[in-house]
């Protein structure tokens, strides 16, 4: 079993950047595919971007070019830089984990680990 905290949530404005990490402790030693995802207020949880355990990445249209998953494997964190932020990329973060290691996906069900979420504001 593993564990995940996010951080580095905040508001910022318009245009501007934040990086999220999400920290996993517990059973990581095995390998994880991991992924972001977000909900916005009245709005359904989508998948924002994943990696697999070789380093692959896969992205949501919304964020691509924008955003950038990342993981150190030897700090068990992962990462999302967020720049160019829009208003519309307000939502609560989650970082997801699953033990199948090419696993590239943004489905929720396909993942059985989860952190608790950190807030991410975007004003205009």
């Known amino acids: 079993q593993v564990q995940l905290v996010e951080s580095g949530g905040g508001s910022v404005q318009a245009g501007g950047s934040l990086r999220l990490s999400c920290a996993a402790s517990?059973?990581?030693?095995?390998?994880?595919?991991m992924a972001w995802f977000r909900q916005a207020p009245g709005k359904k949880r989508e998948g924002v971007a994943a990696?697999?355990?070789?380093?692959?990445?896969r992205y949501a249209d919304s964020v691509k070019g924008r955003f950038t998953i990342s993981q150190d494997n030897a700090k068990n964190t992962l990462y999302l830089q967020m720049n160019s932020l829009k208003p519309e990329d307000t939502a609560m973060y989650y970082c997801?984990?699953?033990?199948?290691?090419?696993?590239?996906?943004?489905?929720?069900?396909?993942?059985?680990?989860w952190g608790q979420g950190t807030q991410v504001t975007v004003s205009s």
């Open positions: 517990g059973n990581t030693g095995s390998r994880y595919s």
């Open positions: 997801a984990a699953d033990r199948r290691w090419l696993l590239l996906s943004l489905v929720i069900s396909d993942f059985g680990y």
């Open positions: 990696i697999d355990s070789n380093g692959s990445t």
